[in-house]
């Protein structure tokens, strides 16, 4: 292995800077739970050498240079990918914590020798996924593709559990988690839609200018928590909790009867559904119609459960027999085999409906794993 003076390099002032900002994020990363022994390029023998040229061994492809027969570093691979498809300076480079050191630092130093102008605005590098608390890795027959998950999975369910962690922090994929993000995501779909219900059969031009100084306290909490959160390093969590509050508010005025006496009722519906439809648009959660992303939700339900719509309409026959019979036995054992495999039942006047639930195994799980 042979080393190139630094002092040739033109710009190489600013890779320390760079340097110095990768340092940072080595500390923040071991901080985090990140644990891989890192080494700086200080480390070497002389902090005025860096590695940019490997010695050919024999059988590899090499070209002559001054040094030598050899290769550069596996690292100016996307050194020179950048370069020749986004130009030398763009905005977001993406990667692992575990490029951090030495790829992107060695791939700064490269672009920065090779261009005065070399920049990256931006530099993200996301946490490891585990699965069941355990490193994916093909070795451990855990690893599958974004494709496979969706096979069962809503993509903006995927999306949600995604965003329910920073993107720096180390996220654990299992089927409680993807369980609770289709719950979530039907719910908040749910609850938009019964807005948009009620609030289309008014025209816009009847409503008035004004809303409740509850609800617009409630709006601008929640507009200014999401847009503070995002801009302070993309954090999507806080966003996503911040949106109960309003969520909490839209049920009460849909559903309790005090809030669908509140004054100026459907003004504070419209309102409310309008900025939380914007956060979800901003979040890339906005499906094209509230409606259309629910069915495909309870198709997705209903794929996971290995039942069709038919049979489930089936059992909750079956189950108002066994009521009108006053079978109570019957009829709850229809229920929990229902929720077993994630098919909610609800009761209302109007008669019985389902949903998409977690499965009842995988809540009582939950219930019973203690906190790490």
Known sequence: MTFDLIDSWRNFGYFQEMAEFFHREIANANSSGF??????????????YICGYKAAKKGEPFWQSPWGPGRPGWHIECSAMSAAYLGYSFDIHGGGMDLVFPHHENEIAQSCAACHESSVSYWIHNGFVTIDSEKMSKSLGNFFTIRQVIELYHPLALRLFLMGTHYRSPINYSDLQLESASDRIFYIYQTLHDCESITANYDEAS?????????ETCINKFHDECLT?????????VALAAMSEPLKNLNDLLHTRKGKKQELRIES?????????????ILGLLPDSYSEALKQLSDYALKRAKLTENEVMEKIEERNVARKN????K???IRKELAAVGIAL??????TTWRPAIPLPLQEDQHLTPPT
Do not use: W
């Open 346 to 351: 609800m009761d209302s006047p109007e008669g």
């Open 326 to 329: 006053k079978e109570y036995e």
């Open 331 to 333: 009829s709850d054992t």
């Open 269 to 281: 519906l419209a309102a409310l559904g309008q900025t939380i439809g914007n956060i979800l648009n």
């Open 229 to 237: 959160s995002i801009s302070d390093d993309l954090h999507t969590t």
């Open 35 to 48: 644990t891989r022994v890192v080494e700086c390029f200080h480390c070497l023998p002389c902090a005025r």
């Open 207 to 215: 409503l008035k200018d004004s809303i409740p100084s509850e609800t």
